[in-house]
């Protein structure tokens, strides 16, 4: 499958996630999955190191990719093991960026579509992840479809 790198000095702070040996790092990435809106996928999750490695199957391939976003965008995590299979139909990947300090939805719509008015469809697209437009951090990683 595909290894998804991402910043691991961002993201949200989850309490003992990554400590080696952690037996309850599966439980801890599911509930961080349920918690940010993505209900509760057919997935397991494993930590080795700074790496998740995700497994199981899950009905799109936008559910796919914002799970591994929601893995990835966690404090302390560098690499993201995709091992997702999707039962759907088969969807072109989004493609995915990193914010960087002062970029805005908009500012970010302007370099990928050329129009900064599109900024809507990035919210849409990471939305339950997303609660508000303004509310983005360098370092986090956004889907951006096409």
Same mark, same amino acid.
């Given at each position: 499958?595909?290894?998804?790198?991402?910043?691991?000095? !961002? @993201?949200?702070?989850?309490?003992?996630?990554?400590?080696? @040996?952690?037996?309850? *790092?599966?439980?801890?990435? =599911?509930?961080?999955?349920?918690?940010? /809106?993505? +209900?509760? %996928?057919?997935?397991?999750?494993?930590?080795? @190191? #700074?790496? &998740? &490695?995700? =497994?199981?199957?899950? *009905?799109?391939?936008?559910?796919?990719?914002?799970?591994?976003?929601?893995? /990835?965008? &966690? *404090?302390?995590?560098?690499?993201?093991? #995709?091992? &997702?299979?999707?039962? +759907? %139909?088969? !969807?072109?990947? *989004?493609?995915?960026?990193?914010?960087?300090? +002062?970029?805005?939805?908009? !500012?970010?719509? =302007?370099?990928?579509? @050329?129009?900064?008015?599109?900024?809507?469809?990035?919210?849409? !697209?990471?939305? %339950?992840?997303?609660?508000? %437009? #303004?509310?983005?951090?360098? +370092?986090?990683?956004?889907?951006?479809?096409?």
């Amino acid at each position: 499958m595909s290894l998804f790198s991402f910043v691991k000095e !961002a @993201g949200e702070k989850l309490i003992d996630l990554l400590t080696p @040996g952690n037996a309850n *790092a599966e439980e801890q990435l =599911k509930k961080h999955v349920e918690s940010v /809106g993505l +209900g509760n %996928p057919n997935i397991t999750a494993t930590v080795e @190191g #700074d790496t &998740i &490695i995700l =497994k199981g199957e899950v *009905a799109s391939q936008e559910e796919k990719e914002k799970i591994i976003l929601a893995a /990835g965008n &966690i *404090a302390g995590v560098a690499n993201v093991d #995709d091992q &997702i299979t999707v039962t +759907g %139909p088969v !969807a072109q990947a *989004a493609r995915f960026v990193t914010v960087e300090k +002062g970029d805005t939805l908009s !500012a970010i719509s =302007k370099k990928v579509y @050329g129009d900064p008015n599109k900024y809507q469809k990035i919210f849409e !697209a990471n939305k %339950p992840m997303l609660k508000h %437009p #303004d509310k983005i951090y360098p +370092g986090q990683v956004l889907r951006i479809p096409d």
